[in-house]
């Protein structure tokens, strides 16, 4: 029989062959147009309490790792959580994307046969959450993680129901198990929101008895990587958890310090082969590339170890070398436990939540990155060392030199003191000295950092230099070297802003990546300071003999409009998204323009103005966060992130942001010596300028223009107590400079005033 096809073609082909023929290749095509590309894979290498220190001091024991993270990217992830630098917190802060605190059940995750006080494990998860038991392992702590108080209870499984609604499967391979305990973190990276695990290797084959180990009982490393092996076909996520540093650090009290750095040693090469194995065997699955990451959830707190809060990162994916960053910190090399779960999401072709505080890192390519992230390491962890016991010198010399200031302005008003020419020109240099310093630890960050007796003698020197150069400069005008001092601050930092701040990101007065509160932009100590040298700079400008003798209307209406444009500038600085982006910073400097036009007009600041201004200034917070997010939503500042998270959310985001910063300043104030300071140097400015006495009269007949820009610095403190979440450190820094140029003048006023009345 012949059929026709088409006109001019016949096959000698029965007709219900031919439509069959047909119908297979439309199905066919439709199933190969329609087929899902294989789905990308990850493997987790978790590694807890590993630190940079174990990279050099064990540097041939972890010769596989230098040699692997060649072919990967590298970073150095700071591990801050909102608790205790523990196991648990760290894990649970990886798991939900933000800094988190672990309930006491989190590492209670068993097989379902696994016995758990009397009863099955199955039975007991069953009893407590009401749902079937599923998978090979379940949480039996997940109801305490969902009901718990805070943002990350809603998060808790988040990462393996995101993997499980994609239709992908999770695994877990490894405990942290000892012969009295049995311990499971590593189930918070891949559970679901039920508390389940699709896959689990949790029996006695991934642990081995060995006589040497403090406990007997160690990870059986050959064990986890036949595991794995078989487990890497049926998984997606699979989390490999490495415990026996975190073992060894829960049994180091009992353990000789020579005999734990050599199970550290002995340790650590397990690791680093393991790790080699794992990445030669591992590398892809059907053609398709594995993403494998290796990453410490805590620091290490033994053996020479001082918790730093910071762990070392590597992640190996297909031809992409070189050091991660995010958007969080715009750090080369530096990235945050936060940013770890919307960056695995992102390597799994997974959506993220937007609940989740970080950003996903991004790969920058370069050389051998892991010796230059140990340099990088070393440098921040020297400064971090360094920074309390210099600044904190620094308040209490600031805080004993202004209650010998009051002092001295009190005796020599009265007589007690014979003030004369070359003990004014002393104390004068001191006050200059205080006020330089924070310019000095600008310049210092330039030096490679030393030990602290050199950072002591470059403080010095440098210190020494400015004051007597600023004398220098300043001799021709009453404020002499403090008003060559504070111009000299504000122009330096205002062009370390423009350059993106990178000596700020070295200074011991800014923003330290292990403490974690910034890590771009201008930080709170100097913008305190931008804004005190600022004042004192327009000030002394203000006082200028062009500007106190003119009379024409055109300088006259200039001193009142002039300082508030500077001050608009500074805010538009501070609040550029790719410059300063410190939004209590530009609060600060635009109600400081506010007021600077009212008072320098000799009007009152009333509760309308206040509102009319206060609405202007949150439009403009408002626009510039939309245009950062709508530009780039990727790498938003944190202020495009937070307009981003209200448009999503409602207001609940500001509320959270509201909390945060009335804790932060609650405990600031409570506990530091930046709020001695602030209170003292409130004090002491709001009694001279806001209560008239002889001193305030004398100092505004002689320097109005100081008198009338302190009033202002006032609001300006206030501002910034209230708007920015460690306000008591800006406030500090701020009020620091027209506390200091009041006493350096104010002993002089005083023995003026006591020779004119005698």
Request: contains cysteine.
């Amino acid at each position: 029989m012949t059929t026709r096809i088409a006109p001019c073609i016949e096959v000698g082909l029965p007709r219900s062959i031919i439509a069959a023929c047909i119908v297979a290749c439309i199905a066919g095509s439709l199933v190969f147009m329609s087929a899902p590309a294989e789905a990308a894979r990850a493997v987790l290498l978790v590694v807890d309490k590993l630190a940079v220190e174990d990279l050099v001091e064990f540097d041939e024991a972890t010769r596989p790792l230098y040699e692997r993270a060649r072919l990967g990217a590298t970073a150095l992830m700071n591990v801050r959580t909102a608790g205790s630098a523990d196991s648990a917190n760290g894990y649970m802060s990886l798991a939900v994307g933000r800094r988190a605190v672990a309930p006491s059940w989190s590492g209670h995750a068993f097989a379902p046969t696994e016995i758990y006080q009397g009863r099955r494990a199955r039975d007991v998860y069953e009893s407590l959450t009401g749902a079937q038991a599923v998978g090979q392992a379940v949480h039996l702590g997940i109801g305490q993680l969902r009901s718990s108080y805070g943002a990350e209870s809603t998060l808790a499984g988040i990462l393996g129901q995101r993997v499980a609604d994609a239709g992908m499967r999770t695994a877990l391979i490894g405990t942290g198990d000892t012969p009295s305990e049995r311990e499971r973190l590593g189930a918070l990276l891949a559970m679901n929101e039920a508390g389940t695990i699709d896959i689990a290797r949790l029996d006695p084959d991934t642990l081995v008895n060995d006589p040497d180990w403090p406990t007997g009982m160690r990870t059986n490393y050959d064990g986890i990587r036949a595991a794995l092996l078989e487990t890497i076909p049926r998984a997606h996520l699979i989390v490999v958890d490495l415990p026996d540093l975190a073992r060894l650090e829960a049994i180091a009290p009992y353990i000789q310090p020579p005999r734990g750095v050599e199970l550290r040693r002995q340790t650590l090469q397990r690791i680093a082969k393991f790790v080699d194995d794992v990445l030669e065997s591992v590398s892809e699955i059907d053609g398709e590339p594995i993403t494998v990451y290796l990453l410490s959830p805590s620091p290490a707190k033994r053996f020479g170890r001082l918790g730093i809060l910071v762990t070392p990162l590597f992640r190996w994916q297909k031809d992409s070398p070189g050091t991660l960053t995010s958007a969080t910190t715009r750090r080369n090399g530096i990235v945050t436990n936060a940013d770890f779960l919307p960056s695995l999401l992102s390597d799994l072709d997974l959506s993220v939540p937007s609940e989740a505080a970080g950003a996903p890192w991004r790969v920058r390519p370069n050389g051998n990155t892991l010796p230059e992230l140990i340099r990088q390491y070393q440098s921040i962890r020297t400064v971090h060392l360094q920074r309390l016991p210099v600044i904190q010198s620094y308040f209490f010399l600031v805080l004993g030199s202004m209650a010998v200031g009051v002092a001295l302005v009190l005796a020599v008003n009265r007589g007690y003191v014979a003030w004369n020419p070359r003990r004014n020109t002393l104390w004068k240099l001191l006050m200059v000295a205080l006020a330089a310093f924070p310019v000095t630890l600008l310049l210092v960050s330039g030096f490679t950092p030393g030990t602290l007796y050199v950072t002591a003698f470059r403080i010095a020197g440098l210190l020494l230099a400015v004051t007597l150069l600023s004398a220098l400069v300043g001799r021709r005008h009453p404020w002499g070297a403090m008003g060559a001092v504070a111009i000299a601050t504000s122009l330096l930092l205002i062009g370390d802003i423009l350059t993106g701040a990178p000596l700020q990101q070295g200074s011991l007065l800014g923003y330290d990546p292990i403490a974690g509160s910034r890590y771009y932009g201008v930080g709170n100590e100097y913008m305190g300071t931008l804004m005190g040298a600022t004042l004192i700079s327009v000030a002394l400008l203000l006082g200028t003999a062009s500007f106190e003798k003119n009379s024409r209307s055109s300088y006259q209406a200039a001193r009142f409009i002039w300082p508030s444009v500077v001050f608009t500038a500074v805010a538009a600085l501070l609040l550029h998204p790719r410059l300063g982006i410190n939004v209590g910073g530009a609060i600060t400097a635009g109600s400081t323009a506010v007021a600077a036009y009212l008072l320098l007009r000799g009007r009152r600041i009333t509760l309308g103005r206040g509102l009319m201004w206060a609405a202007l200034i949150a439009a403009v917070l408002v626009i510039v966060g939309i245009v950062d997010f709508w530009i780039s939503p990727r790498d938003a500042s944190h202020l495009g992130q937070t307009v981003g998270r209200v448009a999503e959310k409602g207001a609940d985001p500001l509320w959270d942001i509201v909390a945060r910063k009335v804790a932060v300043n609650a405990k600031l104030i409570r506990l530091t010596v930046w709020s001695r300071v602030a209170i003292l140097s409130l004090s002491l400015l709001g009694f001279l300028f806001l209560w008239p006495n002889w001193l305030s009269r004398t100092l505004e007949r002689l320097h109005p223009s100081l008198v009338r820009m302190t009033r202002v610095s006032l609001v300006s403190a206030l501002v910034a107590l209230v708007f920015n979440d460690s306000g008591i450190v800006a406030a500090a820094m701020l009020l620091l400079w027209p506390a200091l140029v009041t006493l350096y003048l104010a002993v002089d006023a005083a023995q003026r005033r006591k020779v004119s009345s005698s």
